[in-house]
């Protein structure tokens, strides 16, 4: 276990340290001089000059690479050029939207999916797996954002019973804050939901195959019993997985979603900054959302590989 | 008749029966017939657009602004009074074409490298191991909208992003697929055949791991329409005058109060497109490997 956990950290390290390079690299080359665009056509040579050093543009390739790494390493994310705010501060007012938006909706998903899975497996080749499973077809071939402005048609336009978009704020009270996050959190949902729906249902059947179950109803338990007390728990693995996975795309899945909702989220925070080619926001986001992604896998593979020791020699 | 003919005209047969036996097999799977049902309507629709359309989407009508659907224009038109069904038949290509590109990026480049890395191991198998770690940390939808927006919008960046997330899906699945392969007999036979392993690759490998890799290829295909859609949804895919599903859903979105009809239609274009390829890679994989049926 310790050998593994050795190799599969330098390979985590390095990996991060691969998509810094990348995501520093990609803005480098994003054409426009970030100094021209803040301060107009209109300005001088010299002025620019003076934004360019004052903002470290000036500075070689390798040693803007290294002070940004530190940086972020310290949390200091540098300084937004639209907003003049630090970004770990614009970060930070974003995530309180984006964070319980991707929460709600992974609990969301969670309730739908792993109900409708074990029902599915346990009715496998009956009606409701026939039904449940073109229900998830449905779903995963459902954009999200059509799903949402369907939605705002029938309950904020022709009901009225939530906002439209924007967010009023936390302080406004919470009753108001879930109200409108509540229709994103279902948008955002419902193809997670599908996909985790049809890995309960395969990850069950899967299990049920296993000689351990076999020994088990051999043992005089019922199919039922075999299902709850031994599949289920050992079906959980790759249903976690993914959800591992899916809360960091939720993440990454806010972009359209927020934009649909004129949400002030992590999404659309990037979105704006790019198309204000405040690349520093931009830089640092990216940065944030791509090592938790891998942060989270990285503690999938360790949790999975202690949980199941097979795994050990096999993943690398 | 030579014994060879005899031999030849026999194996004639048998190949026939079991292209019969196949097709008799694909037209009871449920899932393949109306997959591929959908997917040939969607097919026929984008080739017909090319020379006829029922109305022409280029012309603008401000006076028939806003029809709702009715026995003319049967998906009603939208804000510049021009035909709703016309436009989808003409958007139609354009998700196709990205996601068909996209496609096509994924198994040119995926397929090699994942093939190589079976091949090789060591060195260029942890390379690319790497190489797959690092493409899947970036969400494909936060990097397709860095890139487009970067290098700007349009229907060749969106097939680019969109088509370097299908390097890695591609290779890392005809590595393991291919590393399945190359323990068994006749490949061994191969090699001591003194045959090179780019060879046992074209002739034993790729023959072998085609099924799996069309399936696979057809799921791309379909999240490609989904990503195409979400990216030109957001103004960074396909640009105007051209016709897109995703950015008719765009503009739908500030009419909806009044228009809902402008939203209604492409949304379910998006949808089948999607859950018809979705049909017709699930049917496939049931038709193909049977095993994998009966593990389902």
């Known amino acids: ?316 | 008749m030579s014994d060879q003919s005899v031999e030849n005209s026999k194996l004639v047969h048998i190949e026939r029966e079991t292209w019969r036996n196949f097709a008799r097999k694909a037209m009871r799977n449920r899932s393949f017939t109306i997959g591929a049902a959908i997917t040939l309507i969607i097919l026929a629709m984008a080739l017909i657009s090319f020379f006829w359309t029922p109305f022409d989407v280029t012309k603008l009508e401000i006076i028939k602004r806003l029809k709702k659907p009715d026995a003319t224009y049967i998906f009603g038109t939208d804000h510049f009074g021009r035909d709703m069904f016309s436009m989808i038949m003409v958007g139609s290509r354009n998700s196709i074409a990205v996601a068909f590109v996209a496609v096509a990026i994924g198994l040119v480049i995926g397929v090699p490298l994942g093939t190589l890395a079976a091949a090789r191991k060591g060195f260029v198998e942890e390379v690319l191991m790497r190489f797959n770690d690092l493409v899947f940390a970036f969400p494909a939808l936060l990097s397709a909208v860095m890139i487009t927006a970067i290098f700007g919008p349009g229907a060749i960046n969106a097939i680019i992003a969109i088509g370097i997330f299908n390097i890695p899906v591609f290779a890392r699945l005809s590595r393991s697929a291919a590393m399945t392969i190359w323990p068994r007999e006749y490949v061994m036979a191969a090699r001591v055949a003194g045959k090179s392993s780019a060879r046992i690759t074209i002739e034993h490998i790729l023959p072998n791991i085609a099924n799996l890799l069309i399936v696979q290829a057809t799921i791309q295909f379909s999240l490609g329409i989904l990503a195409e859609a979400g990216l030109s949804y957001v103004g960074l895919g396909t640009q105007p005058p051209m016709p897109s599903w995703g950015r008719m859903l765009f503009e739908a979105q500030t009419m909806i109060g009044f228009a809902p009809h402008m939203a209604l239609f492409p949304g379910i274009a998006i949808i089948l497109a999607v859950l018809g390829l979705n049909l017709l890679g699930d049917g496939m994989r049931d038709l193909l490997d049977p095993k994998l049926r009966r593990e389902r």
């Open chain 1, 1 to 316: 276990m310790l050998y593994y956990l050795i190799r599969r950290s330098v390979s985590l390290l390095l990996t991060l340290a691969l998509s810094t390079i990348v995501i520093f690299m990609v803005m480098e080359i994003v054409p426009g001089d970030p100094a021209l665009i803040i301060l107009g056509i209109g300005a001088t040579d010299e002025t620019i000059a003076a934004l360019r050093q004052q903002m470290g543009l000036d500075l070689p390739l390798l040693t803007r690479y290294f002070q940004w790494v530190s940086g972020v390493l310290v949390g200091d994310l540098g300084t937004s050029y639209t907003y003049s705010v630090p970004v770990s501060e614009l970060i930070a007012e974003r995530s309180i939207v984006s964070l319980p938006l991707a929460i709600i909706a992974l609990t969301l998903s969670t309730l739908i999916a792993i109900p409708t899975g074990i029902l599915a497996a346990s009715k496998r080749g009956q009606v409701t797996d026939t039904g449940i499973m073109g229900l998830t077809q449905l779903g995963i071939a459902i954009p999200n954002f059509w799903f949402a402005m369907l939605m705002v048609y029938i309950f904020a336009v022709i009901l009225q019973w939530v906002p439209a978009g924007g967010f009023p704020g936390w302080d406004q009270g919470i009753l108001a804050a879930l109200k409108s996050l509540i229709l994103p959190a279902i948008a955002l949902a419902l193809p997670q939901a599908a996909i985790l729906s049809r890995v309960t249902r395969s990850a069950l059947l899967e299990a049920l195959g296993e000689d351990y179950i076999r020994t088990a109803r051999a043992k005089g338990l019922t199919r039922s019993m075999v299902l709850w007390r031994h599949a289920l728990r050992n079906a959980m693995i790759p249903v976690l997985t993914i959800m591992g996975l899916q809360f960091a795309f939720l993440l990454a899945g806010t972009i359209i979603i927020e934009n649909v909702f004129y949400l002030p989220g992590l999404g659309r925070l990037i979105f704006q900054a790019i198309t204000q080619r405040d690349l520093i926001v931009v830089e640092s986001t990216v940065v944030l959302l791509v090592a938790s992604v891998i942060l989270i896998n990285f503690l999938v593979d360790i949790t999975y590989a202690w949980v199941d020791p097979r795994l050990q020699s096999e993943r690398g």
